[in-house]
């Protein structure tokens, strides 16, 4: 079954406390993004990479960093979460075609006290 | 820089009546425009998409939305909602042209559609 495959779904962390949410497709996709859902604001990218080891920022890529060693997968690291990255987040893949279809995976709601 | 105005954050309708979202656009030149829907505790799915030709396009699960570039308008419409149609919807916008190499969508507020019965 195609889809995409965040992990962990639902995280409780502390301020400071370094993490990373994963992030993998088995469509071969050489598109793969990262956004941030937050109640009045929408979808907004934080990072995206065109293929391996291209990466590059969104709108709203403080405080986060990508990598993309490998065409599948595409990790969001958070080196020292605080507060204002609370959120949902959603990682997203496409053929590379912008005409194309994007992939959701089902979200990772982040909280950090 | 491209935008997407969705004017209403919650819709209401009864289960079998019409429904109609809206969404207005702001881009240079004719866009890529997609309608997702978010289920609750899932991620988007693509309901349709609008490229060029046929201003009226017609999606998954009974769904159409017709581009009016007149009005920078592509609302979306259901003759008959059913109650499984209760998630938040999202308009999009994709560029005709990469920005460099970013051809992101850039997204909506969304509206939360609740169905009663």
């Known amino acids: 079954e195609a889809q995409v495959t965040q992990n962990p779904r639902y995280l409780i962390t502390v301020t400071g406390k370094k993490l990373t949410v994963t992030c993998s497709q088995n469509m071969n996709h050489e598109y793969m993004s990262w956004y941030r859902q937050d109640p009045g604001l929408g979808l907004r990218q934080i990072y995206y990479s065109m293929n391996v080891e291209v990466t590059d920022k969104g709108d709203v890529p403080e405080g986060y960093k990508v990598s993309r060693k490998e065409k599948r997968n595409f990790p969001l690291i958070l080196e020292s979460p605080s507060p204002n990255q609370t959120s949902l987040y959603f990682c997203?893949?496409?053929?590379?075609?912008?005409?194309?279809?994007?992939?959701f995976g089902e979200g990772s709601r982040l909280t950090v006290l | 820089a491209q935008s997407v105005t969705q004017p209403d954050i919650h819709i209401t309708v009864s289960e079998g009546a019409s429904l109609e979202l809206r969404c207005n656009y702001s881009y240079g030149a004719t866009p890529y425009l997609f309608w997702y829907v978010q289920s609750p505790g899932q991620g988007l799915q693509l309901l349709l998409k609008?490229?060029?030709?046929?201003?009226l396009v017609q999606g998954i699960k009974g769904f159409e939305a017709e581009f009016k570039r007149s009005q920078s308008s592509f609302n979306l419409r259901k003759p008959s909602v059913h109650w499984s149609d209760a998630a938040e919807y999202f308009c999009?916008?994709?560029?005709?042209?990469?920005?460099?190499?970013?051809?992101?969508?850039?997204f909506g507020t969304g509206t939360r559609l609740t169905i009663i019965p």
């Open positions: 997203a893949s496409r053929q590379g075609s912008r005409t194309g279809e994007l992939f």
């Open positions: 999009a916008v994709g560029p005709i042209v990469s920005n460099f190499g970013n051809e992101k969508l850039t």
């Open positions: 609008y490229f060029s030709g046929d201003t």
